[in-house]
């Protein structure tokens, strides 16, 4: 019975449409080491079709449901300063989806940026994409470069979207980048290291990803930031995108801060 009342808790909070950005003495944050916060999230969110289906539902129903967790996902962020949280919101693989289903997804992509995108930006969120950009339509194409255009000058927190994104597909195509500047004759093979690798990757200018959270119970990075998650933190949490409340979020960067981060060194009070 309990389990079943909080169940339902987590769902009004994730979804409610009157949540603000709340401050830094929000009883949400109560608690938080804020000198320990990650400053990159990235999030898979995952479980909108589980969440339909066990809620009886048409699987549309539970992306619509997940566009308002992500709304307000966005606003704890921007409470919290993160400096940049990534989303993986529909993957190379994501076309082998039923067709109805693709279609349904992009008209709600196109409808978010309608509809959310003036309050984001009022939000001083500084909106980036990332991904196989020109697989896209034209319409939706143009509506991103917009989007960017209108926010390029917020300083608040990054929100990158990775749409037709994959991280393979990804470090493939700077591959290809690179190698064309050393045919050229621009760059020579002993040139390539690190740092040109991120200079050619989607994410540049970004920080490293700190923390990876995937919700619904996998256990994978599905091709998500394969390179830039190299040192990150994982949390794998069982609850479903549409009832991945605030609440949640920040319970995910408080695990987070109670981790012992080396980098592949040692702690020296654990030598």
């Known amino acids: 019975m309990l389990k079943k009342i909080l169940g339902k808790a987590v769902t009004t909070l994730a979804g409610r449409d009157d949540f603000a950005i709340p401050k830094h003495d929000s009883p949400l944050f109560a608690g938080l080491d804020w000198e320990k916060l990650p400053k990159h999230v990235a999030v898979i969110m995952d479980g909108n079709g589980r969440w339909a289906k066990g ?26 300063e993160l400096d940049a949280l990534t989303v993986y919101a529909f993957s190379t693989e994501n076309w082998k989806r039923p067709e109805v289903e693709v279609d349904f997804l992009m008209n709600l992509f196109s409808e978010y940026l309608n509809k959310e995108l003036q309050e984001m930006h009022e939000n001083n969120v500084q909106i980036h994409f990332i991904g196989r950009l020109d697989g896209l339509s034209d319409s939706l194409q143009k509506q991103m470069r917009e989007a960017v255009e209108l926010t390029k000058n917020n300083t608040g927190v990054k929100f990158n979207i990775a749409a037709n994104y994959g991280g393979q597909d990804e470090l493939v195509r700077a591959m290809q980048k690179i190698a064309a500047r050393v045919q050229a004759g621009e760059l020579a093979p002993a040139d390539i290291d690190e740092a040109l690798v991120e200079e050619n990757l989607d994410t ?8 990876v959270i995937r919700t619904s119970g996998d256990m ?52």
């Open 220 to 271: 994978r990075l599905s091709n998500f930031l394969l390179w830039q998650a190299a040192y990150a933190e994982f949390y794998f949490t069982d609850v479903n995108w549409p009832e991945f409340s605030p609440e949640c979020f920040v319970d995910a960067l408080r695990d987070f801060a109670s981790r012992d981060r080396r980098f592949g060194g040692l702690n020296e009070d654990k030598k």
């Open 204 to 211: 540049y200018g970004n920080l490293p990803v700190d923390l």
């Open 55 to 80: 809620q009886g539902l048409m699987r549309t129903a539970g992306h619509k449901a997940g566009v308002k967790t992500l709304k307000n996902i966005l606003k704890t962020a921007s409470g919290l």
